[in-house]
């Protein structure tokens, strides 16, 4: 028999003869109305956890994780407000149903059957995903989350005390407003979770606003691991900058108190605290687990005997808010009222096609304020004496420096964060003077852990900021690579667009970084970049194109709300020179702030049609380099610079290479997953008869010293085939 079902019969029966579980006298603060409400809103999620079951066996509903023996946490969303924006644990229907009462307008038990039905009239997912989750409640969807959405709760509590300093354009979150972010035992435990208390009791530690309600629901167990008995109150009782509140999830009343005092906590000391709640799980994990299968009968059946629902009966009666026949009234009419409207729910529309379902992929565009750039006093002031030096060629990296502060000038909404971005301006100079020019509220140093520095650009980009984070070296983007995409692409798609993570990432990467730090310094795979559905990969081969296309990226996650990673190629910073010593040939003049390459804009050096040499970054400079032997081998060429490597601009560079007898691609990244298979793929498909060759870095990590290169392609490597090709 389904234990669903078996919990059904055993509270009818046990309600009826008024067998109710033993527990504590109800006291605090909780009144009988708001007790009642907080019943009918666990009624109603036990009635859709109970209806999900039937709509899968019958083929009409799809996967769930159910909510059952986690109903307290209706009382938590009483003890809060509907503008506290709230990342829940994927067991949280009871907080979004009690929430959904503090705010008029809401048909939930409606909306929820449709994203169990996939409907595509599913107000959150448009029918992608069964989620938790609403705009008018302030809850940004979550997808079986496994911790990672602490860090970006991490984030927009931030926010709430950066914005009250200076407040973006599309700040949404009230300045009295806290972050409430609930998960599980069990995730307590993932290295992500542990990073986002280490950088939250971090920040609070130096007294930094940081107005964050983590909130650990406790039921013994995940999946099929126990949790130690008392692991999860030893592990967070004492740690320094992060205040400990404990409750019993089962008691309504004791629930609604402690959230309450933490919640008061939070908003008037702005800082974190941590929530402690116990709880148990019904049902097993989700969809069809059966925890009889490796719990045993009686240790399930004791757990069935602490019902929520009956404990919630229980102290209705004993406050005389209710009598136990009128709450089975209620439980009965519930489990009515969200079949029928079940039957409904399911001949709802369900998306078909392609486009239907990655319609949400791209943010919608949102109206900005137009600004005219910054004046020329402003300009003035902020450059300083660097303006002197405009009017000299300059290297890539200060190139970017000069584009980031006329950036921040023209946009207050950007901020930058990152490991050593402030005071020290970067490892290798880029940030420098930043930090003087807009201050550490703009130019945040921050703790080494790149999982908490995605967080907090995910978690600002939420309160309205467009933030600009950076990652030291591209090595150190695996470390996190999760946070961009299992949540700021995804974001769009699971929200139908509601929600949006517009961001810049800057990360230095590439290789051809002469004899420093081994393949931890110099990364030359963009695989895991190329591969998340709606982000934009930008990669420039020289200063000018990269002030330009800097200017480009921030636009678009400005005004197109956009994930947009910038790859700068470190070995490129530092560059003067092109074919002689102290020629000056890589270095460029700083573009004028009114010049942009459009996304998806490809460059060209050249008109040759024996030879189109296509690459991107480090590729550019060293065909560059190939130029002349080339020419004094009577071989015409053209060079293609992709700059945009994801997605990749088809038509542009189609248009590019027509004319070309031929097309070489010089590829940096690796052999195996590198760009060269798309680029060739495309070529193929849209240059038939031409013929096509690849010159690609070996599937090898990359070495330290002299043989620093050797995995990768050369000048000589790059004329040798194109001689290849040619003759």
């Given amino acids: 028999m389904d234990r669903a079902d078996i919990v059904h019969d055993n509270f009818l029966r046990r309600v009826a003869s008024r067998d109710l579980p033993h527990g504590c006298a109800p006291s605090g603060a909780l009144s009988p109305f708001q007790a009642v409400e907080i019943y009918r809103a666990a009624c109603l999620s036990r009635a859709l956890d109970r209806q999900s079951r039937v709509m899968q066996r019958a083929g009409q509903g799809f996967y769930t994780i159910g909510s059952s023996g986690h109903e307290g946490m209706a009382a938590v969303a009483a003890a809060l407000r509907p503008t506290d924006m709230a990342f829940l644990h994927y067991r949280d229907a009871a907080f979004q149903i009690a929430r959904s009462r503090q705010v008029p307008g809401q048909s939930i038990a409606w909306d929820m059957l449709l994203s169990f039905a996939a409907s595509s009239e599913d107000p959150i997912s448009g029918g992608r995903h069964k989620v938790l989750g609403s705009k008018a409640l302030s809850i940004p969807p979550q997808t ?111 629930t609604f108190a402690t959230a309450q005092a933490a919640a008061a906590y939070v908003r008037t000391r702005r800082k974190p605290a941590f929530l402690h709640i116990r709880t148990i799980r019904l049902y097993g994990h989700a969809g069809a687990d059966m925890p009889t299968t490796y719990l045993p009968r009686e240790e399930v059946e004791a757990e069935e005997a602490q019902d929520p629902l009956l404990h919630m009966v229980r102290g209705l009666d004993q406050i005389g808010a209710m009598a136990p026949e009128a709450a089975l009234e209620v439980y009965t009419a519930t489990n009515a009222r969200v079949a029928r409207v079940a039957a409904e729910a399911v001949t709802r529309p369900r998306l078909k096609t392609a486009s239907d379902v990655m319609a949400s992929l791209i943010p919608p565009k949102r109206a900005c304020r137009p600004t005219n750039g910054p004046s020329s006093e402003a300009r003035a002031a902020a450059f300083g004496s660097d303006m002197k030096q405009m009017a000299e060629p300059q290297i890539m990296s200060r190139l970017i420096n000069w584009a980031l502060t006329d950036l921040m000038l023209a946009h207050r909404e950007i901020v930058m964060m990152g490991e050593d971005v402030g005071r020290k301006g970067g490892v290798y100079g880029v940030t420098q003077k930043l930090q003087a020019r807009f201050g550490p509220d703009r130019m945040i140093d921050t703790l080494l852990d790149e999982q908490s520095i995605l967080g907090l650009a995910i978690g600002m980009a939420q309160n309205g900021y467009v933030p600009m984070p950076e990652i030291q070296f591209l090595a150190y983007l695996h470390n996190a690579e999760d ?125 040759g049609d024996d030879l189109a040499i296509v690459t991107f970054g480090n590729g550019v400079y060293l065909s560059r380099q190939a130029e002349p032997a080339l020419a004094a081998a009577g071989i015409k060429t053209r060079i293609v610079d992709t700059r945009w490597l994801s997605p990749l601009p088809k038509a542009a560079l189609t248009e590019a290479v027509r004319g070309a007898r031929r097309i070489l691609i010089v590829d940096e990244t690796r052999h195996t997953g590198g760009m060269a298979e798309a680029l060739m793929a495309h070529f193929h498909e849209a240059a038939p008869g031409v013929p096509l060759a690849r010159l690609t870095a070996e599937d090898s990590f990359i070495a330290t010293g002299p043989a620093y290169a050797a995995t990768m392609p050369s000048k000589e490597s790059i004329i040798a085939a194109a001689k290849g090709m040619v003759q």
């Fill in 144 to 254: 079986s989350t496994i911790a990672s959405h602490l860090p970006k709760a991490m984030g927009a509590a931030y926010a709430i005390g950066a914005a009250r300093r200076h407040r973006p354009e599309h700040a949404e979150l009230p300045d009295d407003a806290i972050v409430y972010c609930s998960f599980g035992d069990a995730s307590a435990n993932h290295s992500t979770a542990q990073g986002a208390f280490n950088a939250a009791q971090w920040t609070s530690f130096q007294s930094i606003p940081l107005p964050l309600l983590f909130c650990c629901e406790d039921n013994g167990i995940g999946i099929s691991t126990k949790t130690p008995r008392g692991w999860i109150a030893a592990s967070f009782q004492n740690r320094p900058g992060l205040k400990y509140f404990a409750c019993d999830g089962l008691d309504i009343f004791d």
């Fill in 483 to 607: 946070q961009l995409r299992g949540e700021a692409a995804t974001l769009p798609f699971f929200s139908n667009g509601q929600y949006t993570n517009p961001m810049v990432l800057r990360i230095a990467g590439l290789g051809y970084q002469k004899g420093f730090g081994g393949h931890f310094h110099n990364d030359n795979s963009v695989a895991v970049l190329r591969d998340i559905p709606g982000l934009i990969l930008a990669c420039p081969s020289n200063g000018a194109d990269a002030a330009r296309m800097l200017r480009e990226c921030v636009r678009l996650a400005r005004e197109e709300q956009r994930l947009v990673v910038f790859l700068e190629p470190i070995a490129l910073y530092p560059m003067r020179d092109l074919h002689a010593d102290k020629d000056g040939g890589w270095m460029q003049h700083y573009p004028d702030p009114s010049e942009v390459i459009g996304f998806g804009e490809v460059g060209t050096y050249g008109a």
